[in-house]
């Protein structure tokens, strides 16, 4: 067979998760019983009045036809007022909003509407992996934004060397991290961008996910934000649409323009029942997604308290739905490798993530409890058998 690929499309990295998901199958099809705490995809299902909205939109034939290439108003003033009653930030619905097909194809094609070949692009290492694709299809250089643990995961912005860099990826809550971000950070992050004249994206896909009290800010709470950059809400974790593929950005109007012209000529937007149903979610009520994140804060708990009471002193994330552990021995890969095939437990190794993740995996709380509670058994098991060949 014939490699048609194109050399733009050969410097793309491994796809990791495709080939952790092969392996899980292959073993399960062999009989293995293996609890999947690998994935980051919310396992509950879309509240009933978002897919009864959708139902209802499905039926209006107006929406079968192609809708407006930017996406319907409609969405747009919801994504505004949505981001005034949550944030107290204001966004004009027409200049300050993009409708996207899903986040990740908005942070994926988002360097390609704003840089040039060459240019470098600042990303969380450890962080979501995909933002390299986007980097790589731009032609962009990959900078590391060094995160550690000894800096709870924030970029350390007094060292930083953003020489040749016109942008910068953020995360917070973090996808594999869990770090949180706080208003003070933000507002240092504005002063930095404007200092070093670097344009910000925000991915703010675990927005709604804060634990201990704690209330993820936006990026666009921080004065002049605008100026510098933009945020990325899906719709995916926070009202459980990872189906649905819908998400905004809001901020610079500049960007936003950008990632519209681009979308001008490649889509014509999301389905328009679809978008209708997010005008539903943004509408419902905040108990929605409050109920989903004290959800998902007992599940870390009982993993957190079950690890630790096993030995393993895991750190108990303020937000998103991930626990970032460093292994007890090893490196990930082999320790991730341990937990799979001699533990029956799918969790993701850290250097999917990037070289910062080699000594860390990732476990995601979008298991139920009792799944939960069995894996923790099992790791349980597997170190009282380690300790006893050790004694
Ligand atoms: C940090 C982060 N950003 C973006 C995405 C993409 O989300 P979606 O494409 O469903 O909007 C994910 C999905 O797991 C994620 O973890």
Redesign the pocket.
């Given at each position: 067979m014939a490699d048609r690929r194109s050399n733009l499309l050969k410097t793309l990295p491994p796809q990791h998760f495709v080939g952790l998901a092969a392996e899980v199958a292959a073993l399960e099809q062999a009989g293995a019983e293996i609890i999947r705490l690998g994935q980051?995809?919310p396992d509950l299902p879309t509240p009933a009045p978002i897919c009864e909205a959708l139902e209802a939109a499905l039926l209006d034939p107006t929406t079968h036809q192609y809708g407006p290439f930017r996406g319907q108003d409609r969405l747009k003033r919801a994504v505004a007022t949505f981001y005034l009653n949550e944030y107290g930030v204001e966004v004009d619905a027409a200049s300050e909003v993009a409708i996207?097909i899903?986040?990740?194809?908005?942070?994926i094609t988002l360097p390609q509407c704003v840089l040039e070949p060459g240019d470098g692009i600042l990303l969380p290492n450890p962080?979501?992996p995909?933002?390299i694709s986007g980097a790589r299809l731009a032609g962009a250089h990959v900078h590391d934004l060094v995160l550690t643990e000894a800096n709870d995961f924030l970029p350390d912005y007094h060292t930083l060397d953003t020489h040749g860099a016109r942008l910068m990826y953020l995360?917070y809550p973090?996808?594999?991290t869990g770090a949180v971000a706080s208003p003070a950070f933000f507002e240092e992050t504005v002063r930095f961008a404007k200092e070093r004249d670097l344009m910000v994206v925000h991915?703010f896909?675990?927005g709604s996910i804060g634990f201990d009290g704690h209330v993820p800010p936006s990026f666009l709470q921080a004065g002049g934000a605008k100026d510098v950059g933009i945020e990325?809400y899906?719709?995916?974790?926070a009202f459980n649409?990872?189906g649905w593929?819908?998400?905004f950005a809001v901020g610079n109007k500049d960007i936003i323009e950008a990632i519209n012209t681009y979308q001008d000529h490649v889509h014509v937007s999301v389905f328009s029942a679809i978008q209708e149903a997010a005008v539903a979610a943004l509408e419902s009520p905040k108990s929605l997604r409050d109920d989903l994140a004290r959800l998902y804060e007992a599940r870390r708990d009982r993993l957190v308290n079950g690890l630790r009471q096993a030995g393993w002193d895991v750190p108990a994330p303020k937000g998103?739905f991930f626990v970032w552990a460093k292994v007890p021995e090893g490196d990930a890969k082999s320790f991730s490798q341990k937990l799979l095939h001699e533990a029956g437990v799918a969790v993701t190794p850290g250097y999917f993530f990037g070289t910062e993740g080699d000594r860390y995996v990732r476990f995601g709380l979008v298991s139920p409890e009792p799944k939960i509670d069995e894996a923790v058994a099992r790791i349980e098991q597997l170190f009282a058998a380690y300790e006893e060949v050790r004694t």
């Open positions: 980051g995809t996207l899903g986040s990740k194809s908005g942070l962080g979501y995909d933002y995360n973090s996808n594999p991915d896909a675990y990325v899906t719709m995916s974790k649409m990872s593929r819908v998400a998103s």
